[in-house]
């Protein structure tokens, strides 16, 4: 894996996360693949693509605040691959007006789908317990 491998999935990551506090669709819809799947962190529920869009598009699930640590962040390229386990600490407001705040590790995993371009196709998150 190269330098700019890492940086380009961390940049993508950022924007992941940037699109989610401010209710981007536009940029979700460009960096999510077709067959997206998210797995929650508070409670573990699978989500498909056009879930997670319909909850933002509808403001049911925002995210007031995403705070990454890109610097201690795992990052590897397998062949088409790319994989960032991190790190966040977040708040978000569920479809039933519920906040959560958590610390989590996560997992994201990346499909190449141009030189140079990645789709999100995995995230999963696992909330630290203190």
Do not use: C
């Not at 995403?66 to 962040?73: L, M, T």
């Not at 790319?82 to 990346?110: C, K, L, Q």
């Amino acid at each position: 894996m190269s330098a700019s491998d890492r940086v380009t999935l961390l940049k993508y990551d950022q924007s992941f996360f940037d699109a989610l506090v401010a209710g981007d669709l536009a940029v979700l819809e460009e960096l999510l693949a077709d067959d997206f799947i998210l797995v929650g962190v508070e409670d573990g529920a699978v989500a498909d693509r056009r879930v997670l869009l319909d909850l933002v598009a509808s403001g049911s699930l925002r995210f007031p605040r995403i705070h990454s640590f890109p610097d201690e962040a795992i990052v590897r390229v397998i062949g088409t691959a790319g994989i960032v386990v991190g790190r966040t600490g977040m708040n978000f407001t569920n479809p039933d007006g519920t906040t959560f705040s958590a610390g989590s590790r996560y997992t994201h995993v990346y499909a190449a789908d141009a030189p140079g371009g990645w789709r999100l196709v995995s995230a999963q998150g696992t909330a630290i317990k203190a």
